[in-house]
């Protein structure tokens, strides 16, 4: 609820680009509010499935942080969900392959599930200054 309450505030050029990047596809996405890896990690896709008339990626999200850091983090998620869904990418196993490729550090090295994306974390770094210029203007 407090996301759809902040939805006019999430729309920075980054963050409708990712929307717009996501309806191009015939990707589904679902963000939930939840922990992951209890608590270790802020934000998961827990789930990639699907065929080829539709996928579906689901998102979950630690809602106890601040509204924009919040929005940023979403951000982040939903910029995975659009790495996942620009391939032929339909199940876990296919996303783990995915990240192995484009991924960062221990991942793309085979040492960990745990998969991250230097894009990914541009994305979220790029949501947060457009909400502080837009709160400072």
């Known amino acids: 609820r407090r996301v759809t309450d902040k939805t006019r505030d999430a729309f920075t050029t980054t963050f409708r680009s990712l929307i717009d990047a996501i309806h191009a596809t015939n990707g589904i996405v679902t ?5 992951c890896a209890s608590g270790r990690f802020r934000s998961c896709v827990t789930d990639v499935s ?3 008339r ?4 689901r998102i979950k999200v630690d809602p106890r942080t601040t509204d924009n850091r919040l929005i940023a983090t979403i951000a982040h998620e ?9 391939e ?9 392959a995915l990240y192995r490729r484009i991924g960062s ?22 949501v947060l200054e457009e909400l502080y210029v837009r709160a400072h203007q």
Do not use: F, P, W, Y
């Open 31 to 35: 963000v939930q509010m939840g922990m």
């Open 105 to 126: 550090s221990d991942c793309k090295k085979g040492l960990t599930d745990a998969c991250e994306t230097d894009a990914a974390l541009a994305a979220e770094a790029r």
């Open 50 to 52: 699907g065929n080829e």
């Open 78 to 86: 939903l910029h995975h969900a659009t790495e996942i869904l620009a």
């Open 88 to 96: 032929d990418v339909r199940d876990a196993n296919g996303a783990l």
């Open 54 to 57: 539709v996928r579906t990626v």
